[in-house]
């Protein structure tokens, strides 16, 4: 449900812009995402509450971030990003002003943390919070974007219900084989990562959060090694 009110939300909010054809101006666009990132703040707090192993918290943050790195996820999606816009960049043409939008719009509102860690979060647990509180930023980001780029914005609503509706599945169909304690652990992790989410929005650092993707599936492998240990 999470997935389907996030791509209904964009729907909504693009149509709006695409009926103004202006955006709000950039001072009211920056307070209202700082907003935003202190309610994000709030909600990781309490997915950081759900988990009661320090240990598995740390370790999962510390291996995750290595691998993360080492893979360079964060830079190969900022190139495949690039790719993409160069291929299908306009070039004054309107013929590729629809594929132009959808692919900005696509890249912005599917690739982050909210996205994974929301859809995994309601496949796991039936809890969509995450997915609501991403709507509503989605929402703002959509009108903006559907003012300036025009209708190829509305076309990520389908990337959207697509991307985040098959993790939300294949976690639905992981949860029997994970357990209370494990779920509990996944989304602490997450929970650190959305208060990472929010500095990054608040601009007081600028870490690169799709290198610590892989944390949040680390306790599906450490809870299970330290029961043995």
């Not at 001072?27 to 009661?52: E, P, S």
């Not at 893979?71 to 816009?85: N, S």
């Not at 610590?212 to 090694?225: E, G, N, R, T, V």
């Amino acid at each position: 449900m999470g997935t389907i009110i996030n791509a209904l939300t964009i729907l909504i909010s693009g149509l709006i812009g695409l009926a103004v054809h202006k955006g709000l101006s950039q001072r009211f666009i920056d307070t209202i995402m700082k907003a935003i990132a202190l309610a994000v703040f709030g909600i990781a707090l309490q997915q950081v509450a759900r988990d009661t192993n320090p240990m598995v918290l740390i370790l999962s943050l510390v291996l995750g971030s290595i691998i993360g790195e080492a893979c360079q996820i964060d830079l190969r999606i900022a190139q495949f990003a690039g790719y993409v816009q160069a291929k299908f960049a306009s070039h004054g043409q309107n013929e590729h002003n629809i594929a132009e939008g959808f692919i900005s719009a696509t890249m912005l509102l599917c690739i982050g943390a909210m996205s994974i860690i929301g859809s995994i979060q309601s496949g796991l647990s039936g809890d969509n919070s995450m997915l609501y509180t991403k709507s509503i930023i989605d929402a703002i980001s959509t009108f903006i974007l559907a003012a300036s780029q025009g209708p190829g914005v509305l076309l990520a609503a389908g990337s959207v219900l697509i991307y985040q509706g098959t993790l939300t599945i294949a976690a639905h169909f992981l949860s029997p084989f994970l357990g209370p304690t494990i779920i509990a652990s996944m989304s602490s992790v997450g929970g650190i990562l959305l208060i990472a989410l929010s500095l990054n929005i608040l601009e007081v650092t600028k870490l690169k959060l799709m290198n610590f993707i892989p944390a949040i599936f680390m306790p599906i492998l450490l809870m299970p090694l330290l029961a043995l240990l």
